[in-house]
């Protein structure tokens, strides 16, 4: 990349074939967008800390080396509470001499995993439960949405935390609770994104030809509400951290040994008394978990603006 | 109107039996014996003998088939009988009533606070939009959204407590009419850390609401006959941009009772939202139900009282 091309239009730098294609898209919006690219490449850094932070292992022997300066559990009583130092430990130790930067490290892998599976299968959840709502009609579609209502009346953390504790804590229990909670409003959502688009004059023509249902939602309905369901999924992403770390808060969300969630490291905080001489405690944990939250806020309003202009500031999500 | 009335209502109690039914079949799906569950927490639960634990089952009536005890627990719900706590025996209603007062004050407090101020802000964003003033609200209203409110709570417990020198977290405040110089010095700090999410919700959609209604027709007519800049947002814009904005509280009423449970918590304000922790984590399953339909109540009742509002502002509601 040569600094003088940079001003230049990038469509006359893709003609000239001097960058790939894919990079020259991503500069695009990333010049119109560029909160939502802080965002996007913040998500990345995650993802790589998420994956590479600690030893990827097959087969019990370590195939790749984590780069995280040391073990999430790793402690040394010797030098406990020790603040922040360079290179050392540049988010101090806590009251077990463990390093706090690691912890963070560690706590990526079950914050990306959650935020990204649970979305994913509640979305896809509200998507089927939507249509089928939408599409049946009369006593089902009634009957759908009084239960999304009942769902919805009651306040979601304690909704959650009641499920989580019939069922006992763990990442696949958070995981579920986390779904069942995105159901009921992404299902109206994409109820009425259905309603609107049945409303069509090509999905007459589609049914006077002769298609069946299933044509019809795979061919006619679903392309249609793929960008209200993207925008939605990467709003919703956030707000799926939170909940998984206000779980982790009070004791009941997907912590373990091996991977300790940044909400929990933030309870452990709150246990030590006098947290105002030892701030790192609490301030890194809640530093993480606000900039991924804030990193995926901004992507996904970039990519509510880029594809779907009618949902700008409707607060989906938030 | 009375029919609209009449058919939110029937809506609601419908909502409510199925919430109660939800979560009835809930606490009770629990693998393994509900009772086995509440005597392990107990010290004494250990050592009793089969017949011991026969007969408390029978005193909590959890011989009976599922179904049976949901409908006696609905009818007594109903008579005003929400049972009695498995771990302390008191009445659930009882132990509701003692907490609702500074929890029902809370979220007032929060959602006044949140009001007064994000309104006013998204207003003044949207009609100077791209200045200065929009750019710094927009950020902090970008940041309320990220900053997990439990964060900010241990932030104000912790570093309020040590800086201004005053315990935040051990104040157990009074009822607002037991004394409402100790009860605000309580509550207000709860309150604001509370209303900071709803307050960022509120103003982005003041903000983008305002935006849209700038731009209608009825607008461009007032400028155009000549009318002040100033009757134009007061009379026209804002008026017409609330709408929108009154849907976001009701939408974010049930949020906001989940951050008074949070708030509550780490405040140690013994209200719904620290009496609900304990109940859960004690798996006192009469009063997790009992909060939950009380709770419930309230959400729906506010979605109603909502909808009513909105048929009010907009009388073209009230025909469809």
Do not use: C
Not at chain 1, 246 to 257: E, Q, R
């Amino acid at each position: 990349m040569s600094t003088a091309t940079e001003a230049a239009d990038p469509i006359a730098l893709d003609l000239r074939g001097d960058s790939p294609r894919w990079w020259v898209t991503w500069r695009r919006h990333a010049r119109n967008k560029p909160l939502g690219a802080i965002g996007a490449a913040f998500i990345f850094v995650l993802i790589v800390a998420a994956i590479f932070g600690q030893d990827i292992n097959i087969g019990g022997s370590t195939i790749i080396p984590g780069f995280s300066p040391h073990p999430a559990s790793e402690t040394n009583i010797i030098n406990k509470l020790a603040a922040p130092t360079f290179p050392e430990h540049i988010a101090g130790t806590d009251s077990l001499g463990r390093d706090l930067f690691s912890r963070i490290i560690y706590g990526a892998r079950p914050a990306i995993v959650i935020g990204i599976v649970a979305t994913g299968l509640g979305i896809l959840g509200g998507m089927v439960i939507g249509m089928i709502s939408a599409y049946a009609g009369g006593v089902t579609d009634l009957l759908l949405q009084r239960i999304s209502d009942a769902f919805q009346a009651l306040p979601p953390l304690l909704l959650m935390m009641t499920l989580v504790t019939v069922l006992t804590p763990s990442m696949t229990t958070v995981i579920l609770v986390i779904v069942i909670f995105l159901i009921p409003g992404t299902q109206r959502v994409v109820r009425g994104t259905v309603f609107s688009t049945l409303e069509n004059t090509y999905i007459e023509a589609a049914r006077t030809i002769g298609a069946g249902p299933g044509r019809i939602i795979t061919r006619h309905i679903l392309p249609n509400i793929m960008a209200p369901i993207l925008v939605i999924a990467s709003v919703t992403i956030g707000g799926t951290i939170l909940a998984e770390a206000a779980l982790s808060f009070l004791g009941l969300g997907a912590n373990s040994a091996e991977n300790p969630t940044w909400g929990f490291i933030l309870f452990e905080a709150t246990q030590r008394g006098n947290l105002d001489r030892w701030p790192w405690l609490a301030l890194t944990p809640g530093a993480a978990i606000t900039l991924i939250v804030l990193a995926f806020n901004l992507l996904g309003d970039a990519l509510r603006d880029v594809l779907d202009p009618r949902l700008r500031g409707t607060g989906a999500g938030a | 109107m009375t029919g609209y009335i009449i058919r939110r209502i029937v809506g609601a109690l419908f909502v409510l039996l199925m919430l109660s039914f939800i979560v009835f079949m809930l606490v009770n799906a629990v693998p393994g014996n509900t009772l086995t569950r509440i005597l392990n927490q107990s010290p004494q639960g250990v050592n009793l003998t089969p017949a011991q634990i026969e007969q408390y089952e029978i005193d909590l009536g959890l011989d009976k088939p599922v179904l049976e005890r949901y409908g006696n627990w609905l009818w007594d719900a109903v008579n005003g009988d929400l049972g009695k706590s498995f771990a302390t025996s008191l009445p659930v209603w009882g132990e509701i009533q003692d907490r609702l007062p500074r929890s029902i004050q809370l979220v007032i407090m929060a959602t006044l606070i949140s009001s007064l101020l994000a309104v006013p802000i998204g207003v003044f964003s949207a009609i100077r939009q791209g200045g200065a003033g929009d750019y710094i609200s927009r950020i902090f209203a970008i940041l309320g959204l990220a900053v997990p409110n439990f964060f900010l709570a241990v932030l104000v417990v912790t570093f309020a407590a040590a800086w201004l020198n005053v315990s935040l977290s051990t104040i157990d405040p009074p009822y607002i009419w037991d004394g409402v110089a100790h009860n605000l010095e309580g509550l207000i700090a709860p309150s604001l850390v509370l209303s900071a999410s709803l307050m960022a919700t509120v103003m982005r959609m003041q903000r983008s609401t305002v935006l849209e209604v700038v731009n209608e027709d009825y607008v461009r007519t007032a400028r155009a006959k000549g009318l002040a800049e100033r009757a134009i947002i007061m009379r026209h814009v804002i008026r017409n941009s609330l709408i929108p904005v009154i849907t976001i509280f009701a939408n974010q009423f049930a949020f906001l009772i989940s951050g008074a449970v949070i708030v509550e918590f780490i405040f140690r304000i013994d209200g719904i939202g620290a009496l609900a922790v304990r109940a859960i984590r004690q798996v006192d399953f009469t009063l997790v139900l009992g909060i939950s339909l009380v709770v419930g109540f309230g959400v729906v009742f506010i979605n109603i009282l909502v909808d009513l509002s909105y048929a009010w502002l907009d009388p073209r509601i009230r025909y469809s």
